[in-house]
């Protein structure tokens, strides 16, 4: 199961980054559709015990009890980070980067598990693009991927998660692979010239929810 989950979630989280364009942005007066300021500085989320905030995206989760966070060693591992590497070149390193792993986090028994990654992305684009319309132009793309690692039964929806007062954009999925159900949501959000991008995957629907459930607005 957790290699079942872990190889969809890393190809989802990769075409889904490809895949969002004119995602939401949490920030600003509610309900406005303003671009969140430029001027704020790039930082990473930070977790302690169960819980992961990020003021930079503007979101957070308390996760249920059970689950529990990668280590700081193994998001550098994730971000082809040298375990060494620390302050000013650890920071220019980030925010150098293309895309960053933020967080990513696993259930007790490996049945869920949770990613949040940033990439750095033109602030024209962001703004240009419909998040519907490009999630309904990348489903073939990423069904023949899953296929290709002998899924079968791969379905999408689109449809609007809801965290706090702000709806968003998302798409979920499910796929069977090796005769386990695997399903997906995934939806983006617009912060400060960069793409954040939270997928979460589990072998039912309902664990699914239940982890939405657990993010908040910063």
Do not use: H
């Not at 872990?6 to 600003?28: K, N, T």
């Amino acid at each position: 199961m957790k290699k079942l989950l872990a190889c969809l979630l890393v190809l989802a989280m990769v075409l889904s980054v490809a895949a969002c364009g004119g995602p939401e942005d949490v920030r600003g007066t509610k309900g406005d559709s303003t671009p969140a300021s430029q001027d704020e500085e790039f930082s990473l989320g930070e977790n302690d015990g169960l819980k992961y905030e990020s003021k930079f995206i503007g979101i957070g989760c308390t996760l249920p009890k059970g689950w529990s966070f990668y280590t700081d060693e193994q998001i550098k591992e994730l971000n082809n980070l040298t375990q060494e590497m620390a302050g000013e070149e650890f920071t220019e390193a980030i925010e150098n980067a293309t895309v960053v792993y933020d967080m990513y986090a696993t259930s007790e028994d490996m049945a869920s598990n949770c990613i949040v990654n940033l990439e750095k992305t033109n602030a024209v684009v962001l703004l240009a693009l419909d998040v519907k319309d490009v999630y309904k132009n990348q489903q073939e793309t990423i069904k023949a991927a899953y296929e290709n690692m002998g899924a079968e039964d791969v379905n999408f929806e689109i449809s609007t998660v809801t965290i706090g007062d702000k709806s968003f954009d998302c798409m979920n999925m499910s796929a069977k692979l090796y005769e386990v159900t695997l399903n997906q949501t995934m939806f983006c959000i617009k912060c400060n010239g960069y793409l954040a991008s939270v997928a979460i995957t589990a072998d039912s629907a309902e664990a699914v929810a239940d982890v939405l459930d657990c993010f908040y607005l910063v």
